[in-house]
T-cell receptor
Framework: KQEVTQIPAALSVPEGENLVLNCSFT??????LQWFRQDPGKGLTSLLL?????REQTSGRLNASLDKSSGRSTLYIAASQPGDSATYLC??????????FGSGTQLTVLP | ETGVTQSPTHLIKTRGQQVTLRCSSQ?????VSWYQQALGQGPQFIFQ???????GRGNFPPRFSGLQFPNYSSELNVNALELDDSALYLC???????????????FGPGTRLTVL
């Protein structure tokens, strides 16, 4: 059974800092890995998707990497801003065609 | 391109009642997945519908059931509501059966269900 873990559970940083969010998964047989952003009480916004054959994806200030063999992914946020404050969720798509999510990292960027 | 929509936005029910939640998939998508997100947790997979058939199910009891219609929209039905069913219910659509696809799931805004 696929399990996804995200560390840390919460993170508070001053504006302008670069930061890294971590995600690990137990079964390397995945189709892809997605990083999502969730604002309080809202749905999920897809940030980046890395297919199993890829190593990383970049979008603006965000960079996500994938090491399938070790079951790890990182989301790097450069020059953080208060508007980046949200919960960040990592999810893997397994052979059962279902996404398995971590519990998320709650990020607060202080002005 | 129309995104994933869900209705209603919020819903309050009492224990024992039944509820129906609705989802319209993104234009061009043929698959709908439903997820339950309890407060402070990541979403949990309930089930997926592809071409009007259930195509996978998570660890949820039979009182959670669904439908997919010919236009690929979907309903989630929950019978005999329990207090623990209070959660955000998320619908995601995707395009399955295309081997060159990215297999990306796009989420709707969710329905907040409160069971009293």
């Amino acid at each position: 059974k696929q399990e996804v873990t995200q560390i840390p559970a919460a993170l508070s940083v001053p504006e302008g800092e670069n930061l890294v969010l971590n995600c690990s998964f137990t079964d390397s047989a995945i189709y892809n890995l997605q990083w999502f952003r969730q604002d309080p009480g809202k749905g999920l916004t897809s940030l980046l998707l890395i297919q199993s054959s890829q190593r990383e994806q970049t979008s603006g200030r965000l960079n996500a990497s994938l090491d399938k063999s070790s079951g790890r992914s990182t989301l790097y946020i450069a020059a953080s801003q208060p508007g980046d404050s949200a919960t960040y969720l990592c999810a893997v798509l397994s052979s059962a065609r279902q996404l398995t999510f971590g519990s998320g990292t709650q990020l607060t960027v202080l002005p | 391109e129309t995104g994933v929509t869900q209705s209603p936005t919020h819903l309050i029910k009492t224990r024992g009642q039944q509820v129906t939640l609705r989802c319209s998939s993104q234009s061009g998508h043929n698959t709908v997945s439903w997820y339950q997100q309890a407060l402070g947790q990541g979403p949990q997979f309930i089930f997926q519908y592809y071409r009007e058939e259930e195509n996978g199910r998570g660890n949820f009891p039979p009182r959670f059931s669904g439908l997919q219609f010919p236009n690929y929209s979907s309903e989630l039905n929950v019978n005999a509501l329990e207090l623990d069913d209070s959660a955000l219910y998320l619908c995601a659509s995707s395009l399955e059966g295309v081997t060159s696809g990215k297999d990306e799931q796009f989420f709707g805004p969710g329905t907040r269900l409160t069971v009293l």
